[in-house]
Antibody, heavy 115, light 107 residues
């Protein structure tokens, strides 16, 4: 069974940093592009970033470019999102999602940016 | 970047109705279009991929059509569990943008 479990969310002050993690199991992690997708409270879905299976191709939404870094560890079946210079508008549930057709999602981790 | 525009933004319907939701891409995406629905507090669920392919386990009352820039999700014989928010998403090229969502409510 495919499982994606996010962690690392929490309350952080504006300008602060957080590192989100996603532990994957139940599939060959090293074969898949992985993504972060977020959803602000009461708002729609926003794709944030993707990383190819071997980390050769990385993309970011304009809203986080320059402030976030996606990475992965295929030996540990883990996906990461380093988030810096956080803003109030980054407040959202962050989902770890497999592949470019988003059939498998984690349960999400809440990031709250507030003073 | 490819922009995705859904219509309507909200829709009221009754159990047993047939409804359609439209999604338009700002440039051609062939058939790289997927549909999801989401219930409050839950992760989205994939319904349709590649414009018209039904995801495993999704009831056949859901169907998708279209190619190029214009796509439609149709739900026939609406069931109580279908009242949710629906999103389209293009998987043609990064950024893998979503539509703004359609809130399907019970009339």
């Amino acid at each position: 069974e495919v499982q994606l479990v996010e962690s690392g969310g929490g309350l952080v002050k504006p300008g602060g940093s957080l590192r989100l993690s996603c532990a994957a199991s139940g599939f060959t992690f090293s074969s898949y592009t992985m993504n972060w997708v977020r959803q602000a409270p009461g708002k729609g879905l926003e794709w944030v970033s993707s990383i190819s299976s071997t980390s050769d191709y990385i993309h970011y939404a304009d809203s986080v470019k320059g402030r976030c870094t996606i990475s992965r560890d295929n030996t540990e079946n883990s996906l990461f999102l380093q988030m810096n210079s956080l803003r109030a508008e980054d407040t959202a549930v962050y989902y770890c999602v497999r592949d470019v057709v988003f059939a498998y999602w984690g349960q999400g981790t809440l990031v709250t940016v507030s003073s | 970047d490819i922009q995705m525009t859904q219509s309507p933004s909200s829709l009221s319907a009754s159990v047993g109705d047939r409804v359609s939701i439209s999604c338009r891409a700002s440039q051609t995406i062939s058939r790289f279009l997927n549909w999801y629905h989401q219930k409050p507090g839950k992760a989205p669920k994939l319904l349709i991929y590649a414009a018209s392919s039904l995801q495993n386990g999704v009831p056949s009352r859901f169907s998708g059509s279209g190619s190029g820039t214009d796509f439609t999700l149709t739900i026939t014989n609406l069931q109580p569990e279908d009242f949710a928010t629906y999103y389209c998403q293009q998987s043609h090229s990064a950024p893998f943008t979503f539509g703004q969502g359609t809130n399907l409510e019970i009339k």
